[in-house]
């Protein structure tokens, strides 16, 4: 085992019997041995159990166990793969993800030689598909543009280990999930952030460290693209109820553009028939002002992320997904704001544990 700990990496899965398989053979090609690997079946209705089971037996030697968690939701799913953990260090994994072979090794050894409360690494973005639309999103969602200063996302860190307000596919003390009373299941996403978060609170830092390295699979559509951050904008704001302290400017500032923007639409349109001509004038020269900046600011880093790869074929494809993620994220943000939170209903549902898919 590593440095003498048992480890237990804990998988989330909903429906996705195809990607898990993928994620087993990466973790089979890690360069240290695992104490057990399990898999939370959170409720799938695809043969998730069967295929898992076949894939053992096909690639016998890696110690895989599947637990099943009837409340359908991630947070609940990591509680109930934590709470059966035998391992006294976890190490959290997503079945779309692909870990460097080294990754366990190093994250277990960072966690050691620091202290941290969670160790994390960096991700290499890549498409979810063959498509230029597909290789626009992989490209928008790792530039700063896309991802603000969340440097797993961007790859843009120091050469050494440095503190950061959060992690994916974090690896802490089983310990340290019991102090911290596990993941806040009222939450469908935001989980990470949310549990990292306490983390840093209670005096525990969060180490991100660029060795520790793994490969995330970007979406592949527009839809997809717009569903995944209108989400995680609606979340976002549920955790910040709780949580507002934890909020960064790379999150405010996408809500604040949208409220902005849809303020002086609202404005010149009441102005107008109001037959203010002159005010609705001048919040329509603003409003313009705002779209010409924003667009410029788009176009310049669709031109940095085309030019400096001579990628030039998703060059007009670029400001259309910065846009999509602005737009849904900070469209998500002031939903949950305006409707207290109780639209749409099926957000609520999947915090409840009654339905929807997991994040």
Same mark, same amino acid.
């Given at each position: 085992?590593?440095?003498?700990?048992? +480890?237990?990496?804990?998988?989330?899965?909903?429906?996705?019997?195809?990607?898990?398989?993928?994620?087993?053979?990466?973790?089979?090609?890690?360069?240290?041995?695992? @104490? #057990?690997?399990?898999? +939370?079946?959170?409720?799938?209705?695809?043969?998730?159990?069967?295929?898992?089971?076949?894939?053992?037996?096909?690639?016998?030697?890696?110690?895989?166990?599947?637990?099943?968690?009837?409340?359908?939701?991630?947070?609940?799913?990591?509680?109930?793969?934590?709470?059966?953990?035998?391992?006294?260090?976890?190490?959290?994994?997503?079945?779309?993800?692909?870990?460097?072979?080294?990754?366990?090794?190093?994250?277990?050894?960072?966690?050691?030689?620091? %202290?941290?409360?969670?160790?994390?690494?960096?991700? #290499?973005?890549?498409?979810?598909?063959?498509?230029?639309?597909?290789?626009?999103?992989?490209?928008?969602?790792?530039?700063?543009?896309?991802?603000?200063?969340?440097?797993?996302?961007?790859?843009?860190?120091?050469?050494?280990?440095? #503190?950061?307000?959060? +992690?994916?596919? !974090?690896?802490?003390?089983?310990?340290?999930?019991?102090?911290?009373? !596990?993941?806040?299941?009222?939450?469908?996403?935001?989980?990470?952030?949310?549990?990292?978060?306490?983390?840093?609170?209670?005096?525990?830092?969060?180490?991100?460290?660029?060795?520790?390295?793994?490969?995330?699979?970007?979406?592949?559509?527009?839809?997809?693209?717009?569903?995944?951050?209108?989400?995680? %904008?609606? =979340?976002?704001?549920?955790?910040?109820?709780? @949580?507002?302290?934890?909020?960064? =400017?790379?999150?405010?500032?996408?809500?604040?553009? +949208?409220?902005?923007?849809?303020?002086? %639409?609202?404005?010149?349109?009441?102005?107008?028939?109001?037959?203010?001509?002159?005010?609705?004038?001048?919040?329509?020269?603003?409003?313009?002002?705002?779209?010409?900046?924003?667009?410029?600011?788009?176009?310049?880093?669709? =031109?940095?992320?085309?030019? !400096?790869?001579?990628? =030039?074929?998703?060059?007009?494809?670029?400001?259309?997904?910065?846009?999509?993620? @602005?737009?849904?994220?900070?469209? !998500?943000?002031?939903?949950?704001?305006?409707?207290?939170?109780?639209?749409? %209903?099926?957000?609520?549902?999947?915090?409840?544990?009654?339905?929807?898919?997991?994040?």
């Amino acid at each position: 085992m590593t440095a003498g700990h048992r +480890v237990s990496i804990v998988i989330p899965c909903r429906n996705e019997a195809g990607p898990v398989q993928r994620l087993l053979g990466s973790i089979r090609q890690q360069d240290t041995a695992v @104490h #057990e690997v399990i898999v +939370v079946d959170n409720a799938s209705a695809d043969d998730l159990a069967g295929t898992i089971d076949r894939w053992t037996s096909q690639h016998p030697g890696l110690p895989v166990r599947i637990v099943a968690c009837p409340r359908v939701g991630i947070p609940a799913a990591l509680n109930a793969g934590i709470r059966a953990a035998q391992g006294e260090v976890i190490v959290r994994f997503d079945a779309h993800s692909c870990p460097g072979e080294a990754y366990v090794r190093r994250a277990v050894e960072t966690l050691d030689e620091t %202290g941290a409360g969670v160790v994390g690494g960096v991700w #290499e973005v890549v498409p979810g598909d063959r498509t230029l639309t597909a290789q626009a999103i992989a490209r928008a969602v790792s530039h700063p543009m896309g991802a603000g200063d969340a440097a797993y996302r961007t790859g843009r860190t120091s050469h050494g280990l440095r #503190e950061v307000d959060t +992690v994916p596919f !974090g690896c802490f003390l089983k310990a340290t999930w019991e102090a911290l009373g !596990g993941f806040n299941e009222r939450l469908a996403t935001n989980e990470d952030y949310e549990f990292n978060y306490r983390a840093r609170q209670s005096g525990h830092p969060v180490i991100l460290d660029p060795r520790i390295r793994s490969t995330y699979y970007a979406r592949s559509s527009f839809s997809a693209l717009a569903a995944q951050y209108s989400r995680y %904008g609606w =979340w976002k704001a549920q955790m910040l109820k709780s @949580h507002p302290a934890s909020l960064r =400017w790379r999150q405010a500032v996408p809500a604040a553009f +949208v409220a902005a923007a849809a303020g002086l %639409g609202v404005a010149t349109l009441a102005f107008a028939l109001a037959g203010l001509h002159l005010l609705s004038r001048v919040t329509c020269g603003l409003l313009f002002a705002q779209a010409a900046v924003y667009g410029g600011a788009l176009t310049w880093a669709a =031109w940095r992320i085309s030019g !400096g790869r001579r990628t =030039w074929r998703i060059f007009p494809l670029l400001p259309l997904v910065f846009s999509t993620i @602005h737009f849904c994220w900070g469209g !998500g943000v002031l939903v949950n704001v305006l409707t207290f939170g109780t639209w749409p %209903g099926r957000y609520r549902r999947q915090a409840a544990g009654r339905g929807g898919d997991t994040p």
